[in-house]
Structures are given as structure tokens and as C-alpha cells.
């Protein structure tokens, strides 16, 4: 079952998950919805299991313009169509919770965002290097300093 618009979307996490979350139509061609950090897991519980939605294509993340002190987060999953989940997470202490138990095809994908921008996905034994070469030392690449580098 897919959801017949966004408003559905947002009333079933509000049912299952007593989360307020808002329709974002930032993104081209591809619905969203905003979510708290604290309740992805209950979220994709429930698309999972009442809407049977399960493919994760990709997970980004990005910090944009001026807000240099969050971590936009995305899930991006696929069920006919697209459907993004986005929260975010603050530079300084970005974390939320892996979802591998439940998708392992996560795996990946939260490897990637924890090497590149320093996310910790809590509930993993270890997030091992993906990427980077093994004596890099420099923290996340793709987080920007101070002076709006990256």
C-alpha cells in the first residue's frame, strides 16, 4: 500500500509514532517529509510495515547555506516511486540510530555518512572505514570549518 498523498504520510507517523512531521518540498521529483532525528526508527518501522515500503536507495546528507551548524540527513527509499525521510542533526554531536538491524542494506550507506560527515549511527558494534585511506586523520571531509571551507 503506498500512501495516497503526503498528508497521509504525515498522519500515519503522527498515528504510530505521536511524532509531528511536515510535508518538505525542497526536493525535485521526489516527495518528502521532515522528521525528528529521535524517531526514525519508529518511522520506518511503520512504512515498513503499513505501507511496505523497504528498498533504501541512499542515504546523504549535506550542510546548506548558512546553516553550517546542522547535518541535513535523508533516507531515500523506493517502492514505485520515491519517498524521502529527512531530519536534521546538529555538526557538533550528529547522531541517530542505525537501521541495519532492520534494513541491512543500510550498512553501506550509514558507513558512508560516518566517514564523510562524522555521523554516529547508534546501535552498530562498529562503523569501519569505507573509503578514506587508513591514515587519514582529519575528520569528516565533507564537513565545513568555521570559515564556510570544506
Not at 51 to 60: E, M, V
Not at 88 to 95: E, F, M, W, Y
Not at 125 to 146: A, N, R, V, Y
Request: aromatic share 6%.
Amino acid at each position: 500500500m503506498r500512501p495516497n498523498n503526503l498528508d497521509d504520510l504525515v498522519a500515519l507517523i503522527k498515528a504510530k509514532t505521536g511524532a509531528d512531521s511536515t510535508i518538505y518540498t525542497g526536493i525535485a521529483n521526489e516527495p518528502a517529509v521532515r522528521i525528528p532525528a529521535g524517531k526514525l526508527r519508529e518511522v520506518v518501522t511503520a512504512m515498513m510495515d503499513d505501507l511496505d515500503i523497504t528498498h533504501l536507495s541512499a542515504i546523504t546528507a549535506q550542510q546548506r547555506g548558512e546553516e553550517k551548524d546542522l547535518i541535513e540527513l535523508i533516507y531515500h527509499f523506493w517502492q514505485g516511486s520515491g519517498i524521502a525521510v529527512m531530519m536534521s542533526l546538529p555538526v557538533k554531536s550528529p547522531q541517530v540510530d542505525s537501521l541495519i538491524d532492520i534494513i541491512r542494506g543500510a550498512d553501506f550507506y550509514e558507513r558512508e555518512v560516518a566517514e564523510m560527515f562524522g555521523v554516529q549511527f547508534a546501535g552498530r558494534k562498529e562503523t569501519p572505514p569505507l573509503l578514506l585511506p587508513d591514515e587519514w586523520d582529519q575528520g569528516p571531509p565533507f564537513i565545513s570549518d568555521e570559515e564556510g571551507d570544506v
